[in-house]
């Protein structure tokens, strides 16, 4: 099944942090066609904002047709949503981008490595990699999601405070800890996953990056969310490959950061 | 029966309502949310001579009412542009209308001859992005080279030939006036409104290119000025667009004296923008016992 506009409805939200909030949005047709690394852009109710917000799922439940995003509140559109109570409608479209490729893990050892908001899409890809798992996730200060992590993965934390786990990035918790592994998957800051592109390129480890884009159509027609990649890419035929429609998943290498 | 038929220099589209070149792509993406054979015609993304990189990112931003963008004009090129996405237009019963983009007279025409002998109904000339440095732009704002375009082009072009203008510029009549004066067909409007946003808390520019031009809901009361103002100047068919949302919105572009509105920004926010405001237009007119569209183009003096 192929991607939809619906009017869904907030099955429940809490606050994890401050700023951070989750909620479940029933939506079984996404739900239905979800995989993890997608993501879905959600619109706000303000006529005066135009563009929807991207936002990777965090879970998805097929059974129950929901999904749960995670997302940070940034600005005025994010602070709308975080106000939405069980019941109340939220515009959506999804699912979208082309998400984690699970199989290049098969029978091997998995880093699964998120840094701040791109923590979230890490729980799903959790939920359904079958194989050794390694979550690494950096914060600022406050935790989220690291308990919820744990009965998926072995869980390493790093805080750039010092507050939990490694003092620092989460390669000062990879070194530090001496954890090693075959595929990395990641999301994140882009410094983060500049340093991951490095570290893996050094360790000849397969990589695979979902980045981040300003965005406004989110299914590849406007050509606004473009990263720079290394081999020519199949739209305009130039070094731009579209993040929300090519993208948001891409190998390291494919890819200048 | 109503008819909802309209005709732009000799090709008639079966209703008014198509896409503004670049919200839309080739129409590939958003075919999996509207039936394209619904719409009067699809009008392209722009395309060059050669394939076009387009600017750095940050590429939009959001802004009340709209949003800017710099995409910069990002293409394919004529080649693929005619292998890919003609064939795929051609699907579907809708008019084809390619955005011709390019740096030099040269390029223009390259493009131009090389559509001669494909299945495309019409041409849009793009003069009026403001997002590259070159080109685009540099032949919308001075009447002289619209006017030596034009008829640049028009020595070449198989279809007729829609100018798009800018809308940044001191009068719009005079560059509509240049471009009837150089023989175009039609003439669509409104192109973006340069405009900029600054990220305070990065103390930098939102947009890579520092400006970007402004589309969406809040551009629409100039741009309605625009075309009232150009279909009293010009005795030329108009394209009306800016920030076109809604069916009401579309039939104010009517009555103010286009022939034919394109739907743009409201895209990438309400992906069934176009079809909706289709359907609405056709509910008003049985809603208001207008038999033929044409009664209500330019009614309003």
């Known amino acids: 099944m192929g991607k939809i506009k619906m009017t869904a409805k907030v099955a429940g939200q809490q606050a994890l942090t401050e700023d951070i909030f989750s909620m479940w949005i029933q939506a079984d047709e996404i739900a239905a066609a979800a995989v993890p690394g997608q993501f879905i852009s959600v619109y706000t109710k303000d006529a005066g904002k135009v563009l929807p917000r991207p936002i990777s799922l965090c879970e998805v439940d097929k059974e129950q047709g929901r999904l749960r995003i995670v997302y940070r509140v ?5 602070k709308e949503f975080s106000a939405y109570e069980a019941g109340d409608s939220i515009e959506i479209m999804g699912p979208l981008g082309n998400g984690f490729p699970l199989e290049r893990a098969a029978g091997k050892r998995a880093f699964l490595i998120g840094g701040g908001i791109g923590i979230p899409p890490m729980l799903e890809l959790a939920k359904q990699l079958d194989c050794e798992k390694t979550a690494v996730l950096g914060y600022r200060d406050v935790l989220f999601l690291d308990k919820e992590m744990e009965q998926y993965a072995s869980v390493y934390v790093a805080t750039e405070d010092g507050s939990a786990g490694t003092k620092g990035n989460v390669l000062d918790a990879i070194r530090k800890q001496g954890l090693e592994a075959d595929v990395i998957y990641a999301c994140g800051p882009t410094p983060m996953l500049r340093a991951l592109k490095a570290y893996a390129e050094e360790k000849g480890m397969e990589c695979w990056l979902s980045l981040e884009e300003k965005m406004a159509c989110g299914i590849g027609a406007c050509l606004a969310c473009v990263c720079q990649s290394k081999d020519v890419d199949e739209h305009s035929h130039v070094h731009n490959k579209r993040v929300c429609k090519d993208g948001p998943v891409f190998l390291a290498q494919e890819v200048e950061l | 029966m109503i008819n909802t038929k309209v005709n732009l220099a000799g090709v008639e589209l079966k209703n008014p309502v198509m896409t503004a070149s670049g919200t839309f792509g080739s129409g590939a993406e958003y075919s999996e949310f509207v039936d394209l054979n619904r719409l009067g015609a ?5 395309v060059a001579n050669v394939p076009w990189p387009g600017n750095p ?3 939009i931003a959001e802004v009340y009412g709209g949003m800017l963008n710099a995409i910069g004009l990002q293409n394919p090129g004529i080649d693929v542009f005619v292998q890919r ?3 795929f237009l051609k ?15 040269e390029d223009y025409i390259e493009v131009v001859e090389r559509l001669g002998d494909e299945p495309v ?7 009026s992005c403001p997002n590259v440095k070159e080109g685009g732009i540099a032949f ?3 009447p002289k080279a619209v006017e030596a375009i034009t008829r640049e082009v028009k020595r070449y072009a198989k279809q007729p030939v829609i100018m798009k203008l800018s809308p940044n510029v001191t009068d719009i009549t005079v560059m509509a006036k240049a471009a009837e004066a150089g023989g175009a067909d039609v003439l669509s409007l409104i192109n973006t409104l340069t405009g900029m946003k600054i990220d305070i808390n990065k103390r930098a520019f939102a947009i890579a290119n520092k400006t970007g031009g402004m589309s969406g809901p809040a551009v629409k009361p100039v741009a309605l000025r625009m075309v009232y103002q150009v279909a009293n100047a010009v005795s030329l068919p108009i394209i009306g667009m800016g920030g076109i949302a809604t069916a009401e919105d579309a039939l104010e572009f009517i009555m103010a004296g286009a022939t034919a509105v394109s739907v743009g920004t409201a895209n990438f926010y309400n992906p069934y923008a176009t079809v909706e405001i289709a359907q609405g237009i056709e509910d008003y007119m049985k809603k208001h016992g207008v038999a033929d569209i044409r009664e209500l183009i330019g009614c309003v003096k």
């Open chain 1, 74 to 78: 940034v600005g005025a559109g994010t």
């Open chain 2, 42 to 46: 699809v009008v392209t993304k722009g």
């Open chain 2, 57 to 59: 990112t940050p590429r």
């Open chain 2, 85 to 87: 996405d003609i064939p």
């Open chain 2, 91 to 105: 699907q579907y019963d809708t008019k084809i209308i390619v955005n011709v983009c390019g740096k030099t007279t």
């Open chain 2, 121 to 127: 109904d019409l041409l849009e000339i793009n003069i």
């Open chain 2, 140 to 142: 919308g704002q001075d």
